[in-house]
């Protein structure tokens, strides 16, 4: 039959093996604190905030002057290259 197997007596551990299994409980204990937390400031709209409002404005040039026109361009006469 199937099950947790019961320890074995007759078995014995070192003597830090006591202090490794607490530590480990331990170490479990502010895992399940930490997750909770997080979990808290999350759904309470806590988890994002901003000192300074972040906004991306499109820069401006260093120097706001009209670009120059182009020069018209003639195409009423054909030329053609001399033989």
Not at 7 to 12: C, L, Q, S
Not at 49 to 73: I, L, N, Y
């Amino acid at each position: 039959m199937g099950g947790v197997s019961k320890p074995d007596k007759a078995y014995e551990y070192e003597p830090w093996y006591k202090y490794g299994v607490g530590f480990l409980f331990f170490e479990a204990a502010i895992a399940i604190g930490v997750s909770i937390y997080a979990l808290s400031m999350a759904f309470s709209g806590q988890a994002v905030q901003f000192k300074k409002k972040v906004t991306f404005d499109k820069p401006q040039a260093a120097v706001e002057a009209e670009a120059p026109a182009k020069e018209q361009q003639d195409h009423s006469t054909i030329t053609v290259p001399a033989k």
